[in-house]
């Protein structure tokens, strides 16, 4: 592996001036994605400036919503009760993220700044409306996720800058998550496609009453059932990966289903919908047209995930 010198600043601004200074330099915050690059010879940076030592990167802190620093680990964040009980589809993408000890040092920064459509946590950030901050040499500026994807690798960054934290938005009442991500094992895998769903819903019923219909349903179940519910879409957030060259909002589909009552026929349209605006790739882990297929399947359950965890059923 090529030599290269290690740099361990303490603050943001010490580390934007190493990067200023010193040449042929790369951000590092876990490593688990840039140390395969070197060992594959994809990179050769002369300095790695890590992030780890810098604290302000290292908060989740609740803020009506609640905001994560980019070097927090994906450990710390599948230990978090509050991103556990509210914020489910990120918790739901962690748990499945590599194995503990890539959690134990991958970040959440490096997993969204690395870009790859199959990032496990950039669908569940996409639900939750996140904004990223972004701090560079003319101070901090944000950007909502959607817009910092640019393409496979690439985000909405100059060089120097370095992502800050990633803001989840205020949940409302009734409110539920889920993210799932389809391998060929149940093992340490990346995703052949993967889905991430929020609803925020209205219940024209009582809640009770709901909650006893489909307590003990599967999802199956819960798909003849729903339409009497009265569950009324007031926010919908669905969103796609390794469905597109970044990871992509089903918007369509959001927008088909706000404002309506849920029934069977009303999520099947929706992940209709959020399949035929995927635009997925043949590749050696699934070809385009199985994938389509999945994502309506993925989109089905998750909405119905989602259902259940916003009525605190799950
Ligand atoms: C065995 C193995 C299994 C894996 N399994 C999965 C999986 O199941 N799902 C999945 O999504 N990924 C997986 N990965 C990929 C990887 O672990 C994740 O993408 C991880 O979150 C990267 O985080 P990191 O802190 O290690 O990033 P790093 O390798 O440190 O950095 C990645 C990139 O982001 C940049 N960067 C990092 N932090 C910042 C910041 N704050 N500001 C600006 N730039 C920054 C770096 O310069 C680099 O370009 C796996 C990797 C391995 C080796």
Known sequence: MKKFDYHLPKTLDEALNLFASLKNCKYVAGGTDVFVDIKRKKIAPDNLISLRNIEALKIIEKNGG?????????????????????????????????????????????????????????????????VVGIYGK????????DEFFLGPGM???????????FELCYLPKYSGSAYIKLTRREAMDLAIVSVASRLTFDLEEDILKVKETIANSDLKDMEEKIANLGIKVKQARIAMGVAAPTPLRAKEAETYLLGKVLDRDKIYEASEIAS??????????????????MIKVLTRRTLLLSVKRGLGLE
């Open 66 to 130: 609640i905001r994560i620093g980019s070097c927090v680990t994906h450990e710390e964040i599948l230990k978090n009760e509050d991103i556990k009980r509210h914020y489910t589809a990120l918790h739901d993408a962690v748990k499945r993220l590599g194995s503990k000890q890539i959690r134990n040092v991958a970040t959440i920064g490096g997993n969204i700044c690395n870009a790859a459509p199959s990032a496990d946590t950039a669908c569940p950030l996409l639900v939750f409306d996140c």
């Open 276 to 293: 035929s605006v995927a635009r997925p790739r043949d590749t050696i882990r699934g070809e385009a047209e199985y994938r389509r297929e």
């Open 138 to 145: 003319k101070g901090e500026r944000k950007l909502s996720l």
């Open 155 to 165: 985000v909405s960054k100059e060089e120097d800058e370095i992502v800050t934290f």
